[in-house]
């Protein structure tokens, strides 16, 4: 690999590096949402929790947590160390 491409390699990995930091902060932001959804839940009256209320809290719990897993599937240093194997 020539001195030309490790240099693209290396922009690209510091701009992953910054992704991954924005894909930290964005997780720990929807975690915050969905603890505040379960709260709100947990504290529902059970004739509410019974509900449409409680349905709609209940999937957007469920939702989030899907966000988050889905989220967490993706690899950013992975990537960076696949990139950093190429440029050797």
Known sequence: MNNDRRKQIAAIVERLGELE??????MND??????????YLD???DSLRQGDKG??????VMH????SSA??????????????????
Do not use: Y
Not at 72 to 87: G, K, Q, R, Y
């Open 30 to 39: 929807i975690m915050e949402v969905e603890q505040d959804e379960q709260d």
């Open 55 to 60: 349905s709609r809290a209940e999937d957007a």
């Open 64 to 67: 989030l947590g899907d966000a």
């Open 71 to 88: 989220l967490d599937d993706i690899s950013v240093s992975d990537i960076i160390s696949c990139l950093e194997n190429a440029a050797e």
């Open 21 to 26: 930091v924005l894909v930290g902060e964005i």
């Open 43 to 45: 504290n529902m009256p």
